[in-house]
C-alpha cells in the first residue's frame, strides 16, 4: 500500500473530479438536507473538504518552507469555520471547493522532493508530510460517502480501500477497545489482516471496501460474512 505522493495526485485528482461533479448537481434543498454524519448537513461536508484542502496547504507550506503553520489556528476554529460555511447557496459552496482544491494541488505542486520528508503539525500530531497527499484522498472519498447523494464506498477505487483497510486495521492493532479480528478480503489477493490475538477471533470477510466501511462506521456490514456463524463485532469509533 503506497503513501508515495507522487504516486496519490493523480488519485486524488480522480477523487476530487468526482465530488466536484457531485457537488455541481446539488440545489439550496439538497445541500442543507442532512447527511450520513450525526448534526450536519450537506453544507457542513462541503465545507469541511474545502477547509480541510486549506488546512493541508497549510501543512505543506510548512514542510516546503520551514515555518512552523499549524494545519488550523485551533480545534474551535476549525469547527466555527465550518458552522459559518454550512448555510451558503450551492453556488458559493461549489465555488469554494473548487478554489480550495486547486489551492492544494498547486501547494502539492510546489513541493521539492526532499521537503516530502519534513515533520509537519496536525491536530492528531506529527506527521511526515508525505502522509498529506494520501489523507487528502481519504478525506475525499470518505466524506463523498458522507453526502449521501449515491456515492457508496463500493465505488472506491481498488488503492483507496485496500490501504484505508490496512491503516484502519493496523490503528485497531494499538487499541484496548478493539475486538480480536481477523479480516478476510475476497478482491485483489490480498492477505489477511489480524486485530488483536487471532485464537478464537471470528473471521470476517467481504471486499475491501465493505471491510474498510464498516471499520470506520460507513456501513452496517450486512454484506460481510462472519465464521463461526454470528453477529458482527462492534468496531469502535474510527479517529
Known amino acids: 500500500m503506497t503513501t508515495d505522493p507522487l504516486l496519490l495526485t493523480g488519485e486524488v485528482d480522480d477523487a476530487t473530479a468526482r465530488l466536484l461533479h457531485t457537488a455541481a448537481g446539488l440545489d439550496a434543498a439538497d ?24 488546512g493541508f496547504v497549510n501543512l505543506l507550506t510548512a ?8 494545519m488550523y489556528a485551533s480545534v474551535e476554529a476549525r469547527n466555527a469555520d465550518i458552522a459559518a460555511g454550512a448555510g451558503r447557496p450551492p453556488a458559493e459552496q461549489l465555488a469554494d471547493l473548487r478554489h480550495s482544491t486547486e489551492r492544494f494541488a498547486a501547494a502539492v505542486a510546489a513541493m521539492p522532493v526532499e521537503a516530502w520528508g519534513a515533520t509537519v503539525r496536525t491536530r492528531h500530531g506529527p506527521w511526515q508530510a508525505a502522509l498529506v497527499v494520501w489523507a487528502r484522498l481519504r478525506e475525499l472519498e470518505v466524506h463523498h460517502v458522507d453526502l449521501a447523494t449515491g456515492y457508496r464506498p463500493a465505488d472506491w477505487p481498488p488503492v483507496v480501500a485496500q490501504h484505508l483497510l490496512h491503516e484502519v486495521a493496523g490503528g485497531l492493532a494499538d487499541r484496548a477497545d478493539a475486538p480480536a479480528l481477523v479480516l478476510r478480503p475476497v478482491d485483489g489477493n490480498r492477505p489477511e489482516l489480524v486485530v488483536g490475538d487471532p485464537a478464537g477471533a471470528p473471521l470476517v470477510a467481504g471486499t475491501a471496501a465493505g471491510l474498510a466501511a464498516w471499520l470506520i462506521g460507513r456501513s452496517s456490514g450486512d454484506e460481510l460474512t462472519v465464521t463461526p456463524d454470528g453477529p458482527l463485532p462492534t468496531p469502535p469509533e474510527w479517529i
Open 31 to 54: 445541500v442543507a438536507a442532512p447527511c450520513l454524519l450525526p448534526g450536519w448537513s450537506r453544507g457542513h461536508v462541503l465545507t469541511h473538504l474545502a477547509r480541510n484542502a486549506d
Open 63 to 70: 514542510a516546503r518552507t520551514g515555518e512552523d503553520i499549524p
